[in-house]
């Protein structure tokens, strides 16, 4: 938890995102993704997300050809026909008719400082594709429903959304243990989601309840798991704090590595260089990553940085450029990246090219600094989702009826989250200065005047 006096920067500095209850006229409408299904409608008795049924023959006659999207290399190993009592399954058809694995060609990185880059060809199994697919769409979900609830008043306060750049948080979970470290900065419900945080508790803590990850005392920008440090609402403050937690890593020896994420406007920050000179100075296993989003609130890249190649602002340390929006060149690059951490080289740095769908906050309508066509455009040529879906689609790894089923599982799972953050309740006011520290004896709390008497139990 952050000390009051961190909170009152934190308030004065984000005093602009308090604005948007004033101006819900400037919202964007996103009513067009998101679900309006009646709450009430939605039963509490169905569980979470469970892998889908074996789908219906497929319907290839209908599919498109292969986009400009893909350019697979498939190989040809099927799984051996199914052996049961009765026979050879051949009518219905079973996982054995997929695909289970293709090699795709990915985007070449841009390297600084190294002679050989993460590779140009990935491999995805049906089960990873499946398992990407189902984070990321359940991070553009959880999303657009919290843009919903805030334009209900439900939501208040600071929050900013991570729809569009769904494929860094699943492309670099899938590369690094749960054990590695992770930290971040405000725009953190998706990493909160990959760190192993339920939707039912990221939800909650928008809301501000009891059940909610940080018990309703965090919200969006302050939500924390083991081995995730959040959500942190002073741009770049993060990134020494990752280093430090690399630095603990290098210290007890123990083979792990720190992802310390930032913007492209935080990495204009003094301190992000000050961090950089140290962490390669005492080689710490730290992966700086730059989410390259385009823009630091209004300002474009363009105009804020004098050079825009962030993988190369580390400049004794190596960097790579990496293209964000797709999950294979996130996860190949991360992979690298987190080898070289862990075979002892120091630090590395990642410039993820993404894009934010959202404005900067829910008071940024996100349209007065860039077009509705730019936002199109990204979304129809590049979107994470989209594209990993159609590279499943268009090798066999997967049906469209089991996207179907997912998507309704998962828009289920949104909504009974939703709900749960909606009716549970808000923490008790002698709540108010417990849980400061995670496991201290009880200790006393500073008031707001010198005759307060709170005590924090952890
Ligand atoms: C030290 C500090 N300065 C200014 C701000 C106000 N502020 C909040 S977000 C932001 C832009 C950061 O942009 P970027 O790093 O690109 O991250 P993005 O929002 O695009 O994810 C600014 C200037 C702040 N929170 N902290
Ligand atoms: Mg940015």
Same mark, same amino acid.
């Given at each position: 938890?952050? @000390?009051?006096?961190?909170?009152?920067?934190?308030?004065?500095?984000?005093?602009?995102?308090?604005?948007?209850?004033?101006?819900?006229?400037?919202?964007?409408?996103?009513?067009?993704?998101?679900?309006?299904?009646?709450?009430?409608?939605?039963?509490?008795?169905?569980?979470?997300?469970?892998? @889908?049924?074996? $789908?219906?023959? $497929?319907?290839?006659?209908?599919?498109?050809?292969?986009?400009?999207?893909?350019?697979?290399?498939?190989?040809?190993?099927?799984?051996?026909?199914?052996?049961?009592?009765?026979?050879?399954?051949?009518?219905?058809?079973?996982?054995?008719?997929?695909?289970?694995?293709?090699?795709?060609?990915?985007?070449?990185?841009?390297?600084?400082?190294?002679?050989?880059?993460?590779?140009?060809?990935?491999?995805?199994?049906?089960?990873?594709?499946?398992?990407?697919?189902?984070?990321?769409?359940?991070?553009?979900?959880?999303?657009?429903?919290?843009?919903?609830?805030?334009?209900?008043?439900?939501?208040?306060?600071?929050?900013?959304? %991570?729809?569009?750049?769904?494929?860094?948080?699943?492309?670099?979970?899938?590369?690094?243990?749960?054990?590695?470290?992770?930290?971040?900065?405000?725009?953190?419900?998706?990493?909160?989601?990959?760190?192993?945080?339920?939707?039912? &508790?990221?939800?909650? &803590?928008?809301?501000?309840?009891?059940?909610?990850?940080?018990?309703?005392?965090?919200?969006?920008?302050?939500?924390?798991?083991?081995?995730?440090?959040?959500?942190?609402?002073?741009?770049?403050?993060?990134?020494?704090?990752?280093?430090?937690?690399?630095?603990?890593?290098? %210290?007890?020896?123990?083979?792990?590595?720190?992802?310390?994420?930032?913007?492209?406007?935080?990495?204009?920050?003094?301190?992000?260089? &000050?961090?950089?000179?140290?962490?390669?100075?005492?080689?710490?296993?730290?992966?700086?990553?730059?989410?390259?989003?385009?823009?630091?609130?209004?300002?474009?890249?363009?105009?804020?940085?004098?050079?825009?190649?962030?993988?190369?602002?580390?400049?004794?340390?190596?960097?790579?450029?990496?293209?964000?929006?797709?999950?294979?060149?996130?996860?190949?690059?991360?992979?690298?990246?987190?080898?070289?951490?862990?075979?002892?080289?120091?630090?590395?740095?990642?410039?993820?090219?993404?894009?934010?769908?959202?404005?900067?906050?829910?008071?940024? @309508?996100?349209?007065?600094?860039?077009?509705?066509?730019?936002?199109?455009?990204?979304?129809?040529?590049?979107?994470?989702?989209?594209?990993?879906?159609?590279?499943?689609?268009?090798?066999?790894?997967?049906?469209?009826?089991?996207?179907?089923?997912?998507?309704?599982?998962?828009?289920?799972?949104?909504?009974?989250?939703?709900?749960?953050?909606?009716?549970?309740? &808000?923490? $008790?006011?002698?709540?108010?200065?417990?849980?400061?520290?995670?496991?201290?004896?009880?200790?006393?709390?500073?008031?707001?005047?010198?005759?307060?008497?709170?005590?924090?139990?952890?």
């Amino acid at each position: 938890m952050h @000390p009051p006096s961190d909170c009152l920067a934190v308030f004065l500095l984000f005093i602009s995102d308090w604005s948007a209850p004033c101006f819900p006229q400037l919202l964007i409408d996103l009513s067009e993704y998101v679900s309006l299904v009646s709450l009430a409608a939605t039963d509490a008795t169905k569980t979470q997300w469970q892998p @889908p049924k074996p $789908p219906p023959p $497929p319907d290839v006659s209908s599919r498109p050809p292969d986009t400009d999207l893909v350019n697979p290399q498939i190989q040809t190993e099927t799984y051996p026909q199914l052996e049961t009592p009765a026979g050879t399954v051949v009518a219905s058809r079973s996982y054995a008719d997929f695909t289970p694995r293709v090699t795709f060609d990915i985007k070449k990185c841009d390297l600084h400082g190294l002679e050989v880059g993460p590779p140009l060809k990935a491999e995805l199994t049906r089960a990873q594709g499946l398992e990407y697919y189902r984070t990321m769409q359940t991070v553009r979900r959880m999303e657009l429903k919290a843009d919903q609830l805030y334009k209900q008043k439900i939501i208040r306060g600071f929050c900013h959304l %991570y729809d569009g750049q769904e494929a860094c948080a699943a492309g670099i979970e899938a590369a690094i243990n749960l054990s590695d470290h992770l930290i971040t900065a405000y725009r953190a419900h998706g990493y909160t989601f990959t760190r192993g945080v339920s939707v039912k &508790e990221i939800m909650a &803590e928008l809301t501000g309840r009891k059940g909610g990850v940080a018990k309703g005392k965090g919200g969006s920008m302050h939500m924390y798991a083991p081995h995730f440090y959040g959500g942190n609402g002073i741009v770049g403050a993060q990134v020494p704090l990752g280093a430090g937690v690399a630095l603990a890593c290098r %210290y007890q020896g123990n083979d792990q590595i720190c992802v310390s994420l930032y913007g492209d406007g935080a990495a204009n920050q003094g301190q992000i260089f &000050e961090t950089f000179n140290m962490a390669a100075l005492w080689k710490l296993p730290c992966i700086f990553v730059c989410e390259n989003n385009k823009y630091g609130m209004g300002t474009s890249v363009e105009r804020a940085s004098a050079s825009t190649d962030y993988y190369k602002r580390g400049d004794f340390i190596p960097g790579i450029r990496v293209d964000g929006m797709d999950v294979l060149c996130v996860r190949e690059a991360t992979k690298f990246a987190a080898d070289h951490c862990r075979s002892g080289k120091g630090p590395i740095l990642m410039e993820l090219q993404t894009y934010r769908y959202h404005g900067h906050s829910m008071s940024d @309508p996100g349209v007065s600094y860039r077009t509705r066509e730019e936002i199109q455009e990204v979304r129809s040529r590049s979107d994470p989702i989209f594209m990993l879906k159609e590279r499943m689609l268009s090798n066999n790894m997967a049906s469209v009826d089991e996207f179907k089923e997912m998507d309704t599982a998962i828009r289920q799972e949104v909504e009974e989250a939703a709900q749960f953050a909606m009716s549970d309740l &808000e923490p $008790p006011l002698e709540d108010l200065c417990n849980h400061i520290f995670a496991n201290n004896p009880p200790l006393d709390v500073r008031g707001t005047n010198q005759w307060s008497t709170l005590k924090s139990i952890s």
